[in-house]
């Protein structure tokens, strides 16, 4: 997955806001978790209604396919507050191209979004080394740019998919320690 450009002519890294914040770097652990098990990476959305965290995967062909899919998903998905995006990528530095976890996110009515990435390193017995920091990548695309501000919905005003929607194996686990831990 590395048919995307994120711009980032500024030095300054902008304030993400903090539900944001935390549901990328928690797209980023989850995706962490998987490399370092040895599970590749099919990019995948994290999305934020109510007090639920949803993930919903987007496996394609492409790089494109996956995109539209994620965008597809997160465009429509009254009653969420923000969403990350999530994929296995690269980043070129001032070093050279970087191996990264890419994660990019916004909240509903943003102009644009925010990239964050955990760099890592592949050695040759194939260990990952994963730097100890996410850093601030640059803006993306904002899926929810054209949704209006987040609302506080009445249960039955949000899509049903995003109130009974039913856990895949093993998301149970991630996701009640997203909510015990980052207060999601």
Partial sequence: MADRNIENASTEVPEIPEELERVLVFALDEAKEKVEGGEDVIPFTTLVVKDNLFLESHPGDSAEECFEAAEKNVRGARGATCYAFCYDGYIE???GVKDA?????GVPGAEDGYAIA????VSD???F???SEAAYIGEAPNFMENLKEP?????EEIDERYLEEEEEPGETDAVEEAEDSEGI
Avoid: R, S, W
């Fill in 129 to 131: 080394t994963f730097e």
């Fill in 118 to 121: 955990y760099l890592y390193e």
């Fill in 93 to 95: 530095t001032d070093d």
């Fill in 151 to 155: 609302v506080d919905y009445a249960e």
């Fill in 125 to 127: 017995d194939g260990a």
């Fill in 101 to 105: 976890l890419i994660a990019e996110g």
